[in-house]
């Protein structure tokens, strides 16, 4: 049987008066009359004039069931197959989603909501089950009352923060099918950081729910008050064998709270610090201790505050591991490649900062990597003289796995130089040609000076003014000329002479590994660049590899869920601490969201979740199913409209039998 | 002139039922109105008309011997006198002129058909050339005048073939037409004149010579003096593609009004060039008009 959408829709059939009024009112003007000169006739006003009953029948009838048609096809009607399963009821079914983020262990939440969730369950007589969110996976437990009662008592909130748009989209497929009544029961404290994103639209989906907020604690306006967090905590070197470990403290009240933090290190502790922190602010507090004394440590505020787990934060006390470099050399060493390794040694060895980031000489890894151990832990690798040495102990392959691997390796020619560029062509590192060393014949000329520097590049934006001034005094007095060869390589050339021949070349690997190749070697002999101050920045802005950019130069701090890989597997953060997962040392901290008193009134967030509250609402649900199961008719009612409509076009367009009859009786 | 008309036979809607023009000009002339036109002038003229018992004095020129030896009887034999003077009759065949309103029997051209027959009939019979100029925006047909039987006969033939249609031009071939009469010459001119008055005297200014006359006839039907009875009518223009809306009772005064002072200019101006001038309504006798041209003729 038909059945409407929009029946509403239907007292638009009421317009069918329109065409009968019409019929009834109006006598139409389409006479045609063919006259001799219509000289003197003037236009005029013509009667209308009113009948008793309506005129044209046939059109009037088509033009009502033109209006019917319309008001039909409005309506959006659709064929009730007899065969839809019609949806029986086997009684109503309630979902408790009882929410388990860290916050609501604070501010008795989740006491006030294992209370809510067993009055619920014993007020109702209908099947009742219990959904657990707050994480990345939902859980669902559908017991007898008894063991549900039993298996709240028994719950504790998890570590991971809070996600409740997970909870949302999943809610709808865990009802029962065939139910006459799915009842929802959302019993969280709707913290603002977790269901500030949450949307979904229960309602339309055929869902009645119900917000239970607990966890409040005379909260006003979504506000909760008494909470201080430990929000950071790090530990960076502090001079000769001592570190210091600051820690930033915030006071999420709106009233200035004074608190004591004390750092809790090898089973004791080992020193207290007293802190006031405005209201809604931070304060930073330092301890300092001997390095090496301890591997991790505790910073802890004492506070008897509403909200515990943000109270105190694990960290590690050991450095992270400096960066490493080393350097590949011919078996005999000449003094220029000494003098080479001496400047370049030192200027690296220079490059990182008072902290742990670091640099260090490892020439154990170098000569690790140079006899075919690619799992070595190496940055830069400096090739110096690259020569004929390098061809005989098939340096190539290494160093290409290096460099696939993501490291940047930097290297300077040896003697001959048309040996050195030949090698690393032969290996498919550069394609560049050898033309002449220019400069190399005398020392007396003036030496070769650096070209101005290409305005977007990453180097005129580390040198400007003084250093680039600087840079642009170094001296070359000789350098090897490169063309382009017929292999072309994604190299770039950052640095030229003021001629425009190339002082730097570097080519980009697939894996993030960099090769930096100088026509020149990095002694006083070709030129002064190592002496001057530009030395360093040069280096380390043309050997910055994504593999440095990446390592991290502190231990990695995640949150609970979080998952960081390794080399045999995944370490999946669970409760904060201190954890040594393979080489790393991680600390795992809870999510700072989690801290935060602002919740959400069920006011608002019924905005988000379909409309006002609800108790029985599943019309909507059962036509979305219906609609599956129906045939629209809507595109039936639109084709039978046109033709009418074009019925209706030619019947009513004036006809010609007047004026036909009356020519013929002209030209007979 | 009699002074008794059988006006039955000069009605319309009788003759309307008369196909042939030469019964229909009989009928008319030698019925309704015997004895109204000038007797033929018997004479030396070279078209035979009749025989007649032969009176003493009589010139035996005119015995015909092969009847007396038949018959032993004296008869003389009587010839038509032509006149010198020419009957040209210039009928309007506009789409126009087709014209039938819903009281009318026959069209306006019906009923210009029938009184050029008669026209030419009396004018034959009075041993006139006779001639006739057919036109629309083109020359339909054009018989110059001549005398005789035959061009008679002609002139019914043509009548039978005038069909309406095209527009109203009327100076085309108006040249053509003039400059092909011959000596003293009469136009018989049958249009409704619509959209004429500006032009159409200028036409006629050759009947200020006197050696010509002109008789303009113009032909309205019913509904053009008094406009068709309907609520409202959607106008349309015969010769035209104008089209007006419009209920007649609500412009009917004004409509004959502007009707009359048009007829009423358009004589004046034709007066002005001694054009003699008449309305017909298409539901009218024919006496009216045969009257008109009969006085003119006599007068000559």
């Excluded at chain 1, 490059?351 to 742990?356: H, R, S, T």
């Excluded at chain 1, 639109?638 to 010609?656: D, V």
């Excluded at chain 2, 087709?98 to 041993?127: D, N, P, V």
Aim: glycine share 8%; aromatic share 10%; charged share 25%.
């Amino acid at each position: 049987m038909i059945e409407f959408a929009q029946p509403a829709a239907l007292w638009t059939a009421l317009a069918i008066g329109l065409p009968v009024l019409a019929h009834m009112a109006y006598r139409r003007v389409t006479k045609k009359f063919y006259f001799p000169s219509i000289r003197f006739i003037r236009p005029s006003q013509i009667p209308r004039t009113g009948k008793r009953r309506p005129s044209d029948i046939p059109l009037l009838l088509i033009r009502i069931i033109l209006f019917l048609i319309t008001a039909t096809l409005l309506a959006d009607p659709y064929w009730k197959s007899e065969t839809t399963p019609v949806t029986e009821g086997s009684g109503e079914e309630v979902l408790i989603a009882l929410d388990l983020s860290p916050s609501m262990s604070g501010w008795d939440g989740l006491k006030e909501a294992k209370e809510k969730a067993a009055e619920i369950i014993n007020s109702n007589a209908e099947k009742v089950g219990l959904l657990i969110f707050g994480r990345s996976e939902l859980e669902k437990i559908e017991l007898g009352k008894e063991e549900l009662l039993k298996k709240i008592n028994f719950l504790s909130h998890y570590w991971t923060k809070g996600n409740a748009q997970l909870m949302l989209d999943q809610v709808p497929s865990m009802f029962s099918k065939n139910v006459t009544g799915r009842k929802l029961i959302i019993i969280s404290d709707f913290q603002k950081s977790d269901w500030q994103t949450a949307y979904s639209n229960l309602v339309e989906s055929g869902i009645s729910y119900k917000l239970v907020k607990v966890g409040q604690k005379n909260g006003l306006k979504g506000r909760r008050f008494n909470n201080v967090s430990v929000m950071d905590a790090r530990a960076v070197p502090a001079g000769p064998e001592k570190i210091r470990i600051w820690s930033v403290v915030r006071n999420w009240d709106d009233v200035n709270k004074t608190v004591e933090v004390d750092l809790f290190a090898g089973g004791k502790v080992q020193s207290i610090v007293t802190a006031s922190v405005s209201p809604l602010g931070s304060t930073q507090v330092q301890f300092v201790l001997r390095e090496g004394d301890f591997a991790e440590a505790l910073v802890r505020v004492k506070s008897e505050d509403e909200f515990k787990l943000d109270n105190q934060r694990h960290l590690w006390l050991k450095a992270p591991p400096a960066r490493r470099f080393g350097f590949w050399m011919p078996e005999q060493e000449s003094d220029e490649t000494d003098d080479e390794k001496s400047f370049l040694k030192t200027a690296v060895a220079s490059a990182g900062d008072n902290g742990w980031n670091r640099w260090e000489w490892n020439q154990d890894q170098a000569d690790g990597l140079r006899l075919g151990d690619d799992q070595l832990k190496l940055e830069i690798l400096m090739v110096l003289g690259v020569g004929k040495w390098f061809e005989e102990e098939q340096l190539g392959r290494p160093l290409k796995i290096f460099l696939k691997n993501g490291g940047v390796v930097l290297a300077t020619p040896g003697e001959p130089f048309s040996s050195s560029v030949s090698v690393l062509r032969s290996n498919g590192l550069m394609g560049y040609n050898f033309v002449r060393v220019a400069g190399g014949a005398t020392r007396s000329r003036n030496p070769f000076r650096i070209g101005s520097l290409d305005e977007e590049s990453a180097l005129a934006e580390v040198f400007a003014g003084k250093s680039a001034r600087d840079l642009y005094l170094s001296a070359i007095h000789k350098f090897g000329i490169l063309k382009p060869g017929p292999v072309e390589h994604d190299t770039e050339i950052p640095l030229r002479d003021r001629e425009g021949r190339p002082l730097a070349l570097v080519r980009n690997f697939d894996g993030g590994g960099k090769l930096v190749f100088f026509p020149f070697r990095m002694n006083t002999v070709w030129t002064d660049i190592p002496l001057r101050n530009s030395f360093l920045p040069l280096l380390m802005e043309l050997t910055q590899g994504k593999g440095i950019e990446s390592s991290s130069r502190a231990w990695p701090v995640l949150e609970p869920g979080e998952e960081l890989p390794g080399n045999q597997g995944l370490f999946t953060a669970g409760k904060p601490g201190a954890y040594r997962f393979e080489d790393q040392w991680v600390e795992v901290v809870l999510s700072s969201a989690e801290s935060s008193p602002d919740t959400f009134s069920q006011k608002e967030l019924s905005e988000s979740l379909g409309g006002t509250l609800k108790n029985t609402e599943i019309k909507l649900q059962d036509q979305i199913v219906l609609e599956k199961e129906n045939d629209p008719l809507w595109m039936w009612f639109a084709i039978a409209a046109a033709i009418l409509l074009i019925i209706e076009m030619f019947w009513s367009r004036p006809t010609q039998q007047n004026t036909s009859s009356q020519a013929n009786s002209i030209h007979a | 002139m009699a002074a008794s008309v059988d006006h039955q036979l000069l009605d319309p809607n009788h003759l309307n039922q008369i196909e042939d023009y030469s019964l229909l000009a009989r009928v008319v002339v030698d019925g309704a109105l015997p004895g109204i036109h000038r007797s033929l002038r018997q004479g030396r003229g070279s078209e035979f008309y009749q025989y007649r018992p032969y009176t003493r004095g009589e010139d035996l020129k005119l015995v015909d011997w092969k009847v007396f030896a038949k018959r032993d009887e004296l008869v003389s034999k009587t010839f038509q006198e032509s006149t010198n003077f020419s009957v040209c009759l210039v009928i309007d065949t506009s789409a126009s002129m087709g014209y039938q309103g819903e009281a009318s029997s026959y069209s306006k051209l019906r009923y210009a058909k029938m009184l050029a027959a008669c026209f030419a009939y009396i004018a034959h019979r009075q041993g006139d050339r006779l001639g006739l100029f057919a036109y629309s925006d083109v020359v339909k047909e054009w018989i110059r005048p001549r005398s005789g039987s035959g061009q008679l006969n002609r002139i019914f033939s043509a009548l039978r073939g005038l069909e309406s249609g095209g527009s109203t031009a009327h100076k085309f071939g108006w040249e053509q037409m003039v400059s092909g009469l011959p000596g003293r010459a009469m136009i018989i001119f049958i249009s409704d004149f619509l959209e004429a008055e500006d032009t159409l005297a200028e036409q006629l200014r050759f009947s200020l010579s006197s050696r010509y006359e002109s008789l303009c006839l113009q032909l309205l039907d019913p509904d053009e003096i008094d406009l068709p009875n309907a609520d409202s009518l959607r106008f349309a223009e015969l010769e035209g593609d104008r089209e007006v809306s419009t209920s007649p009772p609500a412009i009917r005064e004004k409509y004959k009004i502007e009707m009359n002072e048009f007829i009423e200019d358009l004589g004046k101006k034709l007066s002005s060039v001694s054009s003699e001038f008449e309305t017909l309504i298409s539901n009218q006798d024919l006496g009216c008009a045969l009257r008109r041209f009969l006085g003119m003729r006599n007068r000559k």
